[in-house]
């Protein structure tokens, strides 16, 4: 999902697929989290307001179901990680 930059202190950017209704909110802390079933109003107020963390905590959290992203980049050495033992497993 494509997300577009926003001013704030706690979130770096945010994204919306209309299709599907998910909302993608990338925090400055590097984490991203998507919310499911949320109306494209909440996302184009959360566009509006000033303080987009506030409105997180106090319209998101309480209502939308949330969950973390792993990126690429963390669920890569995972695998890695798994190719490599099972890699030693087969040659022993």
Do not use: H
Not at 19 to 43: D, W
Not at 46 to 64: A, D, S, T
């Amino acid at each position: 999902m494509e997300r577009i930059s926003v001013e704030s202190k706690a979130v770096v950017s945010v994204g919306y697929d209309t299709e599907t209704q998910c909302l993608e909110v990338e925090f400055q802390n590097g984490n991203v989290y998507r919310y499911e079933k949320v109306p494209s109003s909440v996302y184009e107020w959360l566009l509006r307001v000033p303080n987009k963390g506030g409105f997180i905590n106090r319209v998101l959290e309480p209502k939308y179901q949330g969950a973390r992203v792993l990126e690429e980049t963390e669920a890569a050495p995972l695998d890695l990680e798994a190719a490599l033992r099972a890699s030693l497993e087969r040659d022993s």
